[in-house]
């Protein structure tokens, strides 16, 4: 029997990493599972939606880090309790608060790190571009531009067997990577995409409003537990 490749997965606990992860898995792959806590304020609810993922999945090879350098250097409103959460706007073109300053570099740069010595060939995350809060480190050339510094920084890109990021979701709106997920059965309701409560989610901020949107144009109910449940559509 070949033994399967293995796929280094960053889950934060959100929709989208939730479902590219059902991506992975469906491709084939031995799924690893990397999640990174970086003083974030839903950070424990996060940490227990990865692992409640990962149970599902089955997933053996886990690994938690703790970056607190990112909430020591602030910045945004999801390190910094001083910098309050903006309520959502769907029509935002200015980069929210809640941008983490070159937040996915430093967790990519660990992934890589990871993958090299456990011999995966691929690292996916669910970055989205078009149906999101506009940052820059979710866009197309981002992501490309990493894969060459793998590709000229890592003994593996050296020796010509290098690791590939790859963005399963990164051209789909909210509404598709909800449809994907049903279609693929992942776990939808082991989910949390709050920027700003543990409890239930808020309902306001702009993960809530993007994450309901997109399962109201889907036509399906959110089966997480909200404060308030806006119409975004």
Known sequence: MTEKEIAVVLVSGGLDSCVTAAIANSLGYELAFLHL???QRTEQRELKAFHDIADFYGVKKRLVINIEHLKLIGGSSLTDENIPVEEADLNRKAIPTSYVPFRNANMLSIA???????????????????DSSGYPDCRKEFYKAFNE???????????????????PVIEMKKVDIVKKGIELKAPLHLTWSCYQREDVACGVCDSCAFRLRGFQLAGVDD???YEVKPVYI
């Open 37 to 39: 806590n970086y003083g």
């Open 112 to 130: 890589v790190s990871w993958a090299e010595v456990i011999g995966a060939t691929k690292i996916f995350i669910g970055a989205v571009e078009e």
């Open 149 to 167: 510094v793998i590709k000229l920084g890592t003994k593996a890109g050296v020796e010509g067997r290098p690791i590939e990021i790859v963005t």
């Open 223 to 225: 089966p997480i537990p």
